[in-house]
């Protein structure tokens, strides 16, 4: 059974860096591209950054680009979001999901292209 759980998430203040972790199993994780995603209450599920599976190529929102960066380690089947000079509005519950396509060629852009959603950990950011 596929099982993404994150971790990493706390209380910070504005300007600070944190790191989150998703530990996978149950799937070949060097197979699968993976994604990190945000969801702060009233707004919808957004897509932050995702890394292919092979783990040469990377995509970010507009809204983290430049701040968040995404990694992947295979040997110990964990995909990091690195998180730097956070902001307020940066304040949400992150999750990690899993592509639904193995080796899927393009680095995926798509939200409905993840599936297999983590639990979720929070992220604070106060000012």
């Known amino acids: 059974q596929v099982q993404l759980v994150e971790s990493g998430g706390g209380l910070v203040q504005a300007g600070a860096s944190l790191r989150l972790s998703c530990a996978a199993s149950g799937f070949p994780f060097s197979e699968y591209a993976m994604g990190w995603f945000r969801q702060a209450p009233g707004k919808e599920r957004e897509l932050l950054a995702a890394i292919k599976w092979s783990g040469d190529f990377t995509n970010y929102a507009e809204s983290v680009k430049g701040r968040f960066s995404i990694s992947k380690d295979n040997a110990a089947n964990t995909v990091y979001l690195q998180m730097n000079s956070l902001k307020t509005e940066d304040t949400s519950v992150y999750y990690c999901?899993?592509?639904?396509?193995?080796?899927?060629?393009?680095?995926?852009?798509?939200?409905?292209?993840?599936?297999?959603w983590g639990q979720g950990t929070q992220v604070t950011v106060s000012s």
């Open positions: 999901a899993r592509d639904r396509q193995r080796r899927r060629y393009i680095t995926p852009t798509r939200i409905g292209d993840f599936g297999s």
